[in-house]
């Protein structure tokens, strides 16, 4: 069982080192923006590491949007910061499930199935997709595990994988305790956690993450989630090295990793 956090882009092995961190996630660009990944210098260095990486995509991304201005551009930039993920050797690209702005769904699905078929046709994924639940919007793809399953029905025969927030999943209104068996019954993996406590209440749909033990979320809940899915699991929580550390240090002294 890996454990570590979501670090600083500038130079995510010394934030792990800092972190006593097994696994590191970072952005490859800015994640508000629709800007390609730039060359890193360090790609040899984290491809040698035995630190396991993880990207995550820009917030931006949406290939679920009914708008052809966020879609189309959306699926061009899977495409290129999957390349760019796999050239420094991730494990996977987290992306966020997207939503469907003032439309129907089932278009968002169907938009989804289609972002793959777009990377088919344009070569192929290099690595696994990661898609991730959210925990806010009324017609967000993945945020209620009923629309999930709906979601998976579109993509799930391209090998897609999950990875379950579990401040995502709280604030989004789903029960922590048994999650795991059925996040699993939808799509058959959890690739990876991201252990998060919830600033905000059960169901209240706010996308705010707080250190263990000082949300809403009672830790124990986040380490059996751990511990059932047999995933790596990052922490993003506030704090800085001293923060996160302490995360770190509480998921493995109660998980026994």
């Given at each position: 069982?890996?454990?570590?956090?979501?670090?600083?882009s500038?130079?995510?092995?010394?934030?792990?080192?800092?972190?006593?961190?097994?696994?590191?996630?970072?952005?490859?660009?800015?994640?508000?923006?629709?800007?390609?990944?730039?060359?890193?210098e360090?790609v040899?260095?984290?491809?040698?590491?035995?630190?396991?990486?993880?990207?995550?995509?820009?917030?931006?991304?949406n290939?679920?949007?009914?708008?052809?201005?966020?879609?189309?551009?959306?699926?061009?930039?899977?495409?290129?910061?999957?390349?760019?993920?796999?050239?420094?050797?991730?494990?996977?690209?987290?992306?966020?499930?997207?939503?469907?702005?003032?439309?129907?769904?089932?278009?968002?699905?169907?938009?989804?199935?289609?972002?793959?078929?777009?990377?088919?046709?344009?070569?192929?994924?290099?690595?696994?997709?990661?898609?991730?639940?959210?925990?806010?919007?009324?017609?967000?793809?993945?945020?209620?595990?009923?629309?999930?399953?709906?979601?998976?029905?579109?993509?799930?025969?391209?090998?897609?994988?999950?990875?379950?927030?579990?401040?995502?999943?709280?604030?989004?209104?789903?029960?922590?305790?048994?999650?795991?068996?059925?996040?699993?019954?939808i799509?058959?993996?959890?690739?990876?956690i991201?252990?998060?406590?919830?600033?905000?209440?059960?169901?209240?749909?706010?996308?705010?993450?707080?250190?263990?033990?000082?949300g809403?979320?009672?830790?124990?809940?986040v380490?059996?989630?751990?511990?059932?899915?047999?995933?790596?699991?990052?922490?993003?929580?506030?704090?800085?090295?001293?923060?996160?550390?302490?995360?770190?240090?509480?998921?493995?002294?109660?998980?026994?990793?």
């Amino acid at each position: 069982m890996r454990i570590g956090a979501h670090v600083d882009s500038a130079d995510p092995l010394a934030e792990a080192a800092a972190r006593g961190a097994e696994v590191v996630q970072f952005f490859l660009a800015d994640p508000q923006s629709y800007k390609n990944p730039v060359p890193r210098e360090d790609v040899e260095r984290l491809r040698a590491s035995e630190v396991d990486v993880f990207i995550h995509a820009p917030y931006r991304l949406n290939v679920a949007s009914p708008n052809n201005r966020i879609r189309i551009p959306s699926r061009k930039l899977l495409m290129t910061h999957a390349r760019a993920a796999a050239e420094v050797g991730a494990k996977g690209l987290i992306v966020h499930g997207g939503h469907v702005e003032g439309g129907d769904l089932a278009a968002g699905f169907a938009n989804w199935r289609k972002a793959f078929e777009y990377a088919e046709n344009d070569g192929g994924l290099p690595l696994p997709i990661l898609i991730e639940n959210t925990a806010g919007g009324d017609n967000a793809c993945a945020r209620r595990f009923d629309n999930l399953a709906r979601l998976w029905d579109a993509v799930g025969e391209f090998g897609a994988g999950f990875c379950l927030d579990t401040c995502h999943a709280f604030a989004g209104g789903e029960d922590l305790v048994g999650i795991v068996d059925r996040v699993k019954a939808i799509t058959g993996r959890i690739d990876l956690i991201h252990a998060n406590d919830s600033k905000g209440g059960f169901d209240s749909g706010q996308d705010r993450h707080d250190n263990l033990g000082n949300g809403k979320i009672d830790p124990e809940l986040v380490v059996a989630a751990i511990r059932a899915s047999g995933a790596p699991a990052i922490v993003e929580t506030p704090g800085g090295v001293k923060g996160q550390s302490a995360d770190i240090a509480l998921l493995r002294e109660r998980s026994g990793a």
